[in-house]
């Protein structure tokens, strides 16, 4: 039987030479990881399961990224219950603050997360790790717990659509574009429990960084994952990274799709998400003069090292507009030191942005850049929903780096080519 | 496993940010999370629900984050039963990971209106709207999910692998 490259992942996982779609299976999961809210859940259930330990502490991530550097006493209370626990069961990738990054930036980064792998996160952006071909995606804490004691999980094997994107792309134009694009054409739930297979030309011509971006944001059209076919570009990435073997998928060219969108990106401009859906997109030249108090370039979506170059490329020489806020906050700590040491950082500075330490931060309105009530940000990060970054009444449009760093500049949403 | 309560209606696409704002997720108390449920989309919905009650939704519910703060929240509130035309597929897993029983039914989610008398039978996913007098058909359940909600979540389950396997 043919099968796409999550049935392949999915079916060698289970032990079986073939998955079909809708079917209810057991697999055996390569890598596990929570963060300070979802783990402190899922260490809950694993304490009240009353497990004497978890199935490998080499494959299970603890990572204190969203309220840390801990923002208030609770978020303290919670990031210390993960210390404990990963030094109770000696877990080896729990990473403290000045080691820490944004989890969907540092297991790849780390070689934690391979192509092949099926790897389930408590948090929805695990999907992530689809760029790299894997099947990666996004689970429950109480999950998360019966799998740092099992090693395994159960899953519905889902709907495969393909995703085919021709053409050339034009200057300040990327993946996060492309995937604001294809959100806006099905909608947030166009790809509900179904797998998003990303091809085509473009893709393949594609670096990382906005492969990363664009399976980031899967789960923003509902996916349970954002797969690309691992390639040249993919085993570069990996061989000097990865940690133990990986293994490379591919889709078989009879196999099975449910649906198939067929776009020529060529005269695509940067998209633009409007609140308070990822699923409200327009083609930046559409819109009108939308002032702007705040712009985040970062989190999980855009805070890799080409993102911060492009916003650099912006700022240099710029200053950011009076009464703008524009904060940059490099994804990982080895991200944070290589834009040091290129000077992405001085030219931020020199630009007067804020430059912060790794952490989710403002993207999900935890702290470093709350909105106020009328408040208006644009963000490189994947959610503008009603109060995501703040207050209730306050606005987030979501684009990608090089447009934030214009718009910084500005003071409200413009085309990197008219700064 | 049967429910029955009062249905509270809401509309397509509720976010898990709008079951419970992620500003309150330096939590895990069931209680202080139940206490701010659905805040985002009906801020005096606390003051309304009776335990029992059931929310009815359209399409795509509890989409957005992974977050268990989301079912946890509900179940802490009281609610019996969430109907919805769909679920968001994360939400779907840990309503039944956390022992909240759900029903899809595009039907019964679109007909059933704020107020109504509702009943659930999870078993055969049935729906009976007792105000209107009408059954609706829901997708079943299927065995092994019903196994989970009635052992009261995900862990109870593992436990008996644990006990199996003798550790
Ligand atoms: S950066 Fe934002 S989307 Fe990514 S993991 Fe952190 S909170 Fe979630």
């Known amino acids: 039987m043919s099968m796409t490259i999550s049935e392949k992942i999915l079916a060698k996982h289970a032990d079986r030479a073939e998955v079909h779609p809708d079917e209810l299976i057991e697999v055996k999961v390569d890598f596990a990881l929570g963060n300070d809210i979802t783990a402190p859940l899922a260490i809950e259930a694993f304490r009240r399961a009353g497990a004497p330990k978890v199935f490998d502490r080499d494959r299970i991530a603890l990572i204190p990224d969203h309220f840390t550097p801990n923002k208030d006493i609770n978020s303290a209370m919670q990031v210390k219950l993960m210390r404990e626990f990963a030094r109770e069961f000696q877990i080896t990738h729990y990473f403290e603050i000045g080691r820490m990054g944004v989890e969907h930036a540092l297991l790849p980064e780390q070689g934690l997360v391979l192509p092949g792998d099926v790897v389930i996160g408590a948090d929805s952006h695990t999907c992530t790790y689809g760029a790299l071909g894997a099947f990666a995606t996004g689970v429950g804490s109480t999950d998360l717990a019966a799998a740092m004691i099992t090693g395994r999980i159960w899953f519905k094997v889902p709907q495969s659509v393909k995703f085919i994107f021709r053409g050339r792309l034009r200057p300040w134009v990327g993946g996060k574009d492309l995937i604001l694009y294809a959100i806006g054409q099905i909608g947030v739930d166009g790809a509900r429990y179904r797998a998003m297979e990303l091809t085509g030309e473009v893709i393949e011509s594609l670096p990382m960084t906005d492969r990363f971006t664009m399976s980031n944001m899967a789960i923003e059209a509902g996916a349970k994952v954002g797969i690309i076919a691992p390639d040249g570009t993919t085993e570069d990435y990996v061989k000097e990274r990865a940690k133990r073997p990986y293994e490379f998928f591919q889709s078989d060219a009879d196999a099975v799709y449910e649906e198939t969108y067929d ?30 108090d705040q712009a985040v370039i970062g989190s999980c979506t855009n805070g890799r090292l080409e993102d911060l170059r492009q916003a650099a490329q912006v700022l240099k020489g710029k200053k950011v507009a009076p009464g703008v806020r524009c904060l940059v906050i490099p994804a990982t700590q080895q991200i944070y030191q290589e834009a040091m040491r290129e000077g992405l950082l001085e030219i931020f500075i020199d630009a007067e942005a804020a430059v912060s330490t790794p952490t989710c931060g403002p993207c999900l309105g935890g702290h470093m850049g709350i909105l106020a009530a009328g408040e208006r940000a644009v963000a490189t990060t994947n959610r503008n929903f009603v109060g995501r970054m703040g207050h209730p009444e306050s606005e987030v449009y979501l684009s990608n780096p090089a447009v934030a760093a214009a718009s910084a500049i500005a003071g409200h949403i413009v085309h990197p080519d008219s700064v | 496993m049967k429910m029955r309560g009062t249905a509270w209606k809401f509309g397509d696409d509720v976010d898990t940010d709008a079951i419970i704002p992620a500003r309150y997720l330096n939590t895990t108390d069931p209680a202080v999370l139940a206490a701010h449920c659905m805040e985002d989309a009906d801020p005096e919905f606390m003051k309304k629900v009776k335990p029992g009650d059931m929310i009815v939704a359209g399409k795509n519910f509890g989409c957005g984050s992974s977050r268990e703060h989301a079912p946890i929240s509900i179940k802490a509130a009281g609610v019996s039963c969430v109907i919805a035309a769909t679920f968001a597929r994360i939400f779907f897993r840990n309503a039944f990971n956390m022992g909240l029983p759900i029903l899809e039914c595009p039907d019964a989610a679109a007909a059933i209106a704020t107020g109504d008398e509702v009943e659930a039978d999870l078993d055969r996913g049935i729906i009976i709207n007792h105000t209107r007098n009408v059954t609706y058909q829901a997708q079943q359940v299927p065995p092994f999910m019903q196994q989970l909600v009635q052992a009261g979540g995900l862990i109870p389950y593992v436990q008996e692998q644990m006990r199996r396997q003798g550790c």
Do not use: T
């Open chain 1, 263 to 292: 776009w020529d990106v060529s005269g695509f401009e940067p998209m633009v998400a409007l609140p308070h859906s990822p699923g409200n997109v327009r083609p930046i030249n559409e819109l009108p003069e939308i002032p702007i």
